[in-house]
T-cell receptor
Framework: EAGVAQSPRYKIIEKRQSVAFWCNPI?????LYWYQQILGQGPKLLIQ????????DSQLPKDRFSAERLKGVDSTLKIQPAKLEDSAVYLC?????????????FGPGTRLTVL | AQSVAQPEDQVNVAEGNPLTVKCTYS??????LFWYVQYPNRGLQFLLK????DNLVKGSYGFEAEFNKSQTSFHLKKPSALVSDSALYFC???????????????WGAGTKLIIKP
């Protein structure tokens, strides 16, 4: 079974530039998550999709971050414009359904450095 | 409100010795508890979970965890540590009540496990 795919793996940009990350979840997984992980901390949920609908985006900085999941499969997370504090690893995860007991499967992450 | 605490930033264990990584939690209802491991420059990998039933849960790579409701703990254990177990370990909890504000998986800050040869 193929895992969660993410690209790019690494990205370096200057502040005020824009950047986009792509995620392809495990086939058949209805739920998709984007997390931000700052070095030395646990993951912070940015947005959660159930199919192509948003379940939770309460911690997404909507003035600069946006995400979409067209057709309920792949997803894109965008930052525009980037700030220095956005430097982090962006993790995509998926799970079968929106059930509290379901574990999440993670991609390798995208390490973003904002200069 | 839900919360998870991993009281140790780092745990050092000699190879072959038993290891324990601690986790305590707070939820309104019954907890769903998870352990994940993160190797350097890699994403998080699911290790094991407690949903209901037997308090001792077995997972990947020889790890197990014990759910203790009275102490609100879910400590991760392994009888004999390997150098390859060195990684960052995260505990996470979700409230089974599943109300809107409680839906998120709440993550601990992580514990760095170092196994010395």
């Amino acid at each position: 079974e193929a895992g969660v795919a993410q690209s790019p793996r690494y990205k370096i940009i200057e502040k005020r530039q824009s950047v986009a990350f792509w995620c392809n979840p495990i086939s058949g997984h209805a739920t998709l998550y984007w997390y931000q992980q700052i070095l030395g901390q646990g993951p912070k949920l940015l947005i959660q999709f159930q199919n192509n609908g948003v379940v939770d985006d309460s911690q997404l900085p909507k003035d600069r971050f946006s995400a979409e999941r067209l057709k309920g499969v792949d997803s894109t997370l965008k930052i525009q414009p980037a700030k220095l504090e956005d430097s982090a690893v962006y993790l995509c995860a998926s799970s079968l359904e929106v059930l509290a007991s379901n574990e999440q499967f993670f991609g390798p992450g995208t390490r973003l450095t904002v200069l | 409100a839900q919360s998870v605490a991993q009281p140790e930033d780092q745990v050092n264990v000699a190879e072959g010795n038993p290891l324990t990584v601690k986790c305590t939690y707070s939820v309104s209802g019954n907890p769903y508890l998870f352990w994940y491991v993160q190797y350097p420059n890699r994403g998080l990998q699911f290790l094991l979970k407690y949903i209901t039933g037997d308090n001792l849960v077995k997972g990947s790579y020889g790890f197990e965890a014990e759910f203790n409701k009275s102490q609100t703990s879910f400590h991760l254990k392994k009888p004999s540590a390997l150098v390859s177990d060195s990684a960052l370990y995260f505990c996470a909890v979700r409230d089974s009540l599943f109300m809107d504000s409680n839906y998120q998986l709440i993550w601990g800050a992580g514990t760095k496990l170092i196994i010395k040869p």
